[in-house]
């Protein structure tokens, strides 16, 4: 009797041993359950709005065209900017008011000959339109002298169709009265020189700029474009003067009042 009482105790001490180990081996022989996935769609999102409007920017560089845009600033009345791009790659953008003070009409020109301003015949202006070269035509505009409206057309098409600037793209609703394809556009660089100016960017499926709205103000397409010219034409001569800047000009000692 005693004998199989002892048996009986050895068995049960065996079991509380190698049974928790048992069932520890057991339990990491079972199948782990698949980690959930946390990771965000949204890159992939981003990198498809990228593709797409590089794709739409790089069909803007091939679109020669003829249009008027309506152009908003907020701190006045609304101004028709034209845009005429040649066939062999000139360019002209006519902006009104933006010259001293807002009184002179000014037109910005890229041909083989150069990049220049053209004064336009205006309230600051009553002379026929003259042209002044600023460069190249590669060139950038003097900061000092740049409305900064040609740049959606020009060379901010290059940024947008370049895969390594640092930009960041997600799709967009467009700006009252605008339509296209829309997307936002941000700078990804701590850089104070950015690429371009961030804001809304719209184009038609044919790669027609339709909207843009950025730091200087909104561009929307007004009306259908016209055919492209062979090549841009100069307002006027080109002439030695000085160009037109955006301040208000000084007065002068000749509008003081007769004293005889």
Request: proline share 12%.
């Amino acid at each position: 009797m005693h004998a199989h009482l002892r048996a009986a105790r050895r068995l049960t001490g065996v079991l509380a041993i190698t049974l928790p180990a048992l069932l520890a081996a057991c339990t990491a022989d079972l199948p782990r359950p698949a980690p959930t996935s946390t990771a965000d769609p949204a890159p992939a999102e981003a990198d498809a709005a990228r593709d797409e409007l590089a794709a739409l920017a790089a069909a803007a560089q091939d679109r020669h065209l003829t249009a008027t845009y309506v152009f908003t600033t907020g701190d006045g009345p609304d101004r028709t900017v034209t845009v005429t791009s040649g066939n062999d790659g000139s360019w002209r953008v006519d902006v009104p008011g933006w010259g001293q003070g807002g009184t002179v009409d000014v037109s910005l020109a890229a041909t083989a000959d150069g990049l220049f301003q053209c004064a336009l015949p205006s309230a600051g202006h009553p002379e026929p339109a003259g042209c002044v070269r600023l460069g190249d035509p590669d060139d950038a505009v003097p900061r000092k002298l740049d409305p900064k409206v040609q740049h959606p057309f020009t060379d901010w098409l290059e940024v947008l169709t370049d895969r390594r600037a640092p930009l960041a793209v997600s799709p967009a609703t467009p700006p009252t009265g605008a339509a296209g394809e829309c997307y936002s556009v941000e700078t990804t660089s701590a850089s104070l020189n950015a690429p371009l100016d961030v804001g809304i960017y719209c184009y038609r499926p044919d790669g027609t700029p339709s909207a843009v709205r950025a730091a200087f103000g909104t561009l929307r397409l007004a009306g259908e474009p016209g055919p492209a010219p062979a090549t841009v034409q100069l307002a006027g001569p080109v002439t030695e003067g000085d160009p037109v800047g955006p301040g208000a000009p000084s007065p002068t000692d000749s509008t003081s009042p007769a004293t005889e």
